[in-house]
């Protein structure tokens, strides 16, 4: 049986695909002499299309890898894991934005993360953080909100006030930061590979 050449080779199923690989044997010897391709591509070599996390509700994938073992990989997401390092604080807050990233200016345009991105995040839960271990309220939007409904503050002990107001005298805030937190939103980067 002959078929058309065009017919054939359009469809989908058909169609050459070159697999990307992370090995070594097309690259030069370590004292610079040429090598010649002593093997085809093996799957244990075989690279996988990056992630480019965008910023979105969650969607994340799984991939078998070797061995049968699963990776998770994002495809979106819309929170993560963020450290505060100089108070040793660690909490869940929403991403809002990407502002800057060194390796590629269209990341920014597109909201993908990719390691060491340069993201706003939601300042609310390290702002709760520190008014309950310092007993400083930061940000003018929530002393506004404190002084218009008035709600009840919740009662402390005599022992756990003494804490506070210990920690409180020691405390120091960049004015930087300051300002962020009144902004309610706070600069991080992003330390781990997302994806």
Not at 11 to 22: E, Q
Not at 52 to 59: D, M, N, P, Q, W
Not at 66 to 89: H, I, P, Q
Not at 156 to 163: F, L, P, Q, T
């Amino acid at each position: 049986i002959s078929f058309p050449y065009h017919s054939f080779h359009s469809h989908p199923n058909n169609l050459c695909r070159m697999g990307v690989a992370r090995d070594s044997v097309h690259k030069r010897r370590a004292t610079g002499g040429k090598q010649t391709q002593w093997r085809k591509k093996r799957k244990f070599e075989l690279a996988r299309p990056p992630a480019l996390t965008k910023i979105e509700s969650t969607r994340i994938h799984t991939v078998r890898v070797r061995g049968g073992a699963t990776k998770f990989r994002a495809l979106r997401l819309d929170a993560g894991n963020f450290s505060w390092g100089s108070e040793s604080v660690t909490r869940k807050t929403r991403l809002l934005l990407v502002t800057y990233n060194a390796s590629n200016n269209e990341y920014i345009r597109t909201n993908t993360l990719v390691k060491n991105s340069i993201v706003q995040v939601d300042a609310a839960p390290f702002r709760q953080w520190y008014e309950q271990h310092y007993g400083v309220s930061l940000g003018k939007k929530t002393q506004k909100k404190e002084d218009a409904s008035a709600a009840p503050e919740v009662k402390k002990g005599k022992k756990a006030e003494e804490r506070v107001k210990a920690r409180a005298e020691s405390r120091s805030l960049d004015a930087a930061l300051e300002e962020q937190f009144n902004n309610g939103r706070l600069y991080a980067a992003i330390s781990s590979r997302p994806g």
